[in-house]
């Protein structure tokens, strides 16, 4: 027996009785993984540029003098970055909303609580403002202001001698809004001829100029980020107990919700630099994660991370393809996952959805 | 032990996680595939507006346009087949316009790259569908093409008035350098005639242009072009000094500028109800001087956005006689638009077509605007 399945023998611990059994849905994530590599395939076939199956697997597996020049660049150059791109987005902002639920308890939070995402939004406005249009500056903007965010979030939780969630909330809160304040300001300003469509594109977020190089930063910070969070889910159970029974059982409660917080927000910070913001993703998704396999976030979280990734794919795809234009994925996400949520939020009724 | 094994099943069943990072990481090793810069011994090189440089073997034969600017392109080149794509406000500005009259066969053509309206981001793909040799893309919308490194790639810029640029990347794509020179003389001629029309300036009268329904008003750096053209027929943009040209303006403002004249932002397509009526029957506005005396005049259209050196001149004789009305003028504004499309285009504008440049329908319930009515439309009307 697993330490979360004994803790349900506690009297504060009332499973929900219309949660499915995590242990009948092993084979969960293996097919979830192999749905997802699928799905990355089909997305290589998928695009405004008129490419057959053939000629698409031709084209990923031959040599580069053996294809046409521009099958070559849209299959190698724009489709795979891309979806790898958003494929490891997905992933992170869902596994960061599941993480950010269970420290928070609280349903209601995503990874954008804590002001991150606007402190990184602040960092790429203002480096596009300034000229800074390619990602080598772009980038470094927004991750490192995204970063700066939680570090003033955490200050002003210090200031206040708030050690509950609720102050760390409240502080990601009024840094959010602090930032979003300053990111209006630019906007404003913004000449509107030669920054401001700029700007606001940006701001609604896209994967069209996917390159390797943001691939590779963002790979690399999702394996930093994610696996530790993963290997967190243990203590996010005991978490769950509420905070004096957490620290009775002898978790250091908070030194665990601001190692979640940090990991959470370097992958804000640094998916909101590579792409500009996605809404929705880390609020929604979490909760299709806890309908199919429980609140145990041993399984949770990898189950919301897959889940995440399968869902932006599918939005980028369609953001991609509907039209000739680029259809902002903040767009997207936002369009499908308001009425997603009301769903869950109906559907959910009457349930736990904590241990609580 | 218990917690060591869920330890080690957290980090095992994080697998698929560690393999799509991995996977990215692999596959992003190798450098993807790009166009490949094409060396051409007796090419033509064509500079955009932010200073790239393009070469092509001769005159662009297939171009791809994003930005505003096919009026410009078919002034200069005159033929229309090399224009392969559009956006779509363009392509209704296109249709509703003379040019639509003026360029048939182009008028025939599928032209809108979508049916969504807007100067969103365009999908790299779909350029590379087209094969276009170039494609003339706003300079914040061009990361994609650079990404790929897009040899047809031509930049464009605000240019705040300044239409030379621009023309000077269109004559070398055009190969027609003469030209946009005899346009930019003729130009310069027109408007010389303008300004010696008008004779000196004693008091500049007092104008705004109101952008938008939400009374954005037009204001430096925006639209420098009409705000330089306005001052040569003794003209004043109310509004210099006022802020920012993105700023809404409060009603307040408004009133403390109180201007002479009030103009209304000639690209108002049929999307927007910003007509003069507008201004006009706003209780808000009625202690306003311009309101007060009917002065409230909707800009007209033109082919091309009344901008560049073929349009532009007649702006400036459209502002001389509006600003100006009790200035006698030896200047028929009906003449120098028919004029100026026969030189230009080799067009017969019809009585019809001249009142729409001049939005005559609508603007003649403001004042002093019936000097513009010429002879009875063919049906009968205005």
Not at chain 1, 166 to 179: H, K, Q, S
Not at chain 1, 237 to 253: C, E, H, K, M, P
Not at chain 1, 267 to 287: D, K, R
Request: proline share 5%.
């Amino acid at each position: 027996m697993g330490e979360s399945e004994s803790l349900e023998a506690g009297k504060t611990y009332a499973k929900p009785a219309s949660y499915p059994q995590s242990s009948k849905r092993q084979w969960l994530i293996p097919v979830l993984a192999v749905l997802l590599m699928v799905a990355i395939i089909l997305s290589l076939l998928i695009g405004r540029y008129d490419l057959s199956a053939g000629q698409a697997v031709e084209t990923l597996i031959g040599d580069e003098g053996e294809v046409a020049l521009n099958d070559a660049i849209v299959i190698k150059t724009l489709r795979l970055p891309r979806a790898l791109l958003v494929v490891l987005s997905g992933m992170g902002l869902a596994l960061a909303g599941a993480a950010m639920q269970g420290v928070f308890r609280n349903p209601l939070v995503g990874p954008e609580i804590l002001g991150v995402s606007s402190g990184a939004s602040f960092g790429g406005v203002l480096a596009l403002s300034l000229g800074f249009s390619g990602g080598a500056g772009l980038i470094p903007f927004s991750f490192t202001f995204g970063c700066g965010a939680l570090v003033l979030a955490f200050v002003l939780s210090k200031l206040a001698r708030q050690r509950s969630s609720l102050g760390l909330v409240l502080a990601g809160v009024v840094v959010g809004g602090l930032f979003g304040a300053l990111t209006g300001a630019i906007t404003y300003l913004a000449d509107p001829e030669t920054r401001l469509p700029g700007l606001v594109y940006w701001l609604m977020g896209s994967f069209a100029t996917a390159t390797r190089e943001s691939v590779v930063f963002l790979a690399a910070i999702t394996l930093i980020t994610g696996l530790p969070l993963i290997g967190l889910a243990w203590r996010l159970n005991i978490l769950s107990l509420g905070d004096s029974d957490a620290a009775a059982l002898g978790l250091r409660v908070e030194l665990l919700r601001w190692a979640v917080v940090v990991l959470v927000a370097l992958f804000v910070a640094a998916q909101v630099a590579v792409s500009g913001g996605v809404s929705w993703v880390g609020l929604v998704i979490p909760h299709l994660g806890r309908m199919l396999v429980g609140p145990d976030h041993a399984r949770l979280l990898p189950v919301s991370a897959l889940l995440g990734g399968l869902y932006l794919l599918a939005m980028d795809d369609l953001a991609r393809s509907l039209t000739a234009f680029e259809i902002p994925i903040g767009l997207m996400t936002s369009i499908i996952g308001t009425p997603v949520f009301a769903f869950f939020f109906v559907k959910l009724r009457g349930r736990g959805w904590t241990n609580d | 032990m218990t917690i060591m094994n869920s330890k080690i099943s957290g980090l095992l069943i994080s697998w698929p996680l560690v393999l799509i990072c991995l996977a990215a990481l692999l596959l992003c090793f190798k450098p993807p595939p790009k166009q490949k810069t094409a060396i051409r011994a007796n090419g033509i090189t064509v500079t955009d507006m932010k200073g790239g440089t393009i070469t092509l073997d001769g005159p662009a034969q297939s171009v791809f346009i994003l930005t505003p600017i096919l009026w410009h392109y078919l002034s200069v080149n005159l033929d229309d087949k090399p224009v392969v794509k559009i956006p779509p406000y363009m392509v209704r500005e296109f249709n509703s316009s003379f040019l639509g009259s003026a360029f048939p066969n182009l008028k025939k053509k599928s032209l809108a790259f979508t049916d969504f309206t807007g100067p969103a981001p365009i999908s790299v793909e779909e350029i590379l569908q087209s094969s276009p040799d170039v494609a003339i893309v706003w300079d914040y919308m061009s990361k994609g093409l650079e990404l790929i490194n897009f040899q047809g790639l031509v930049k464009t810029t605000a240019d705040g008035g300044d239409k030379t640029k621009i023309f000077n990347t269109l004559a070398d794509l055009t190969g027609r350098k003469e030209r946009v020179n005899w346009l930019w003389a003729r130009f310069e001629r027109e408007r010389g005639k303008v300004i010696e029309d008008l004779g000196d300036c004693r008091a500049p009268v007092k104008a705004v242009v109101i952008g938008t329904t939400g009374l954005t008003l037009w204001g430096p750096p925006s639209q420098r072009w009409f705000m330089d053209n306005m001052k040569k027929v003794c003209g004043q943009n109310a509004a210099d000094g006022f802020g920012s040209a993105n700023g809404q303006l409060n009603i307040e403002n408004l009133l403390i500028l109180d201007p002479d004249v009030i103009y209304l932002n000639p690209y108002i397509l049929d999307q927007t109800n910003l007509e003069t009526k507008t201004i006009l029957d706003d209780p808000r506005l009625r202690g306003l001087k311009a309101v007060r005396d009917r002065r409230v005049y909707h800009m007209p259209l033109g082919g091309s956005r009344l901008e560049g050196p073929v349009e532009a001149a007649l702006a400036v004789l459209w502002l001389r006689l509006t600003l100006h009305p009790e200035v006698p003028s030896a200047l028929d504004l009906r003449s120098a638009v028919r004029q100026t499309y026969r030189e230009v285009y080799g067009y017969e504008m019809s009585e019809d077509e001249i009142n729409i440049w001049l939005r005559l329908e609508e603007n003649l319930s403001s004042a002093y605007y019936d000097r513009f009515a010429g002879k009875e439309s063919s049906d009968g009307g205005i």
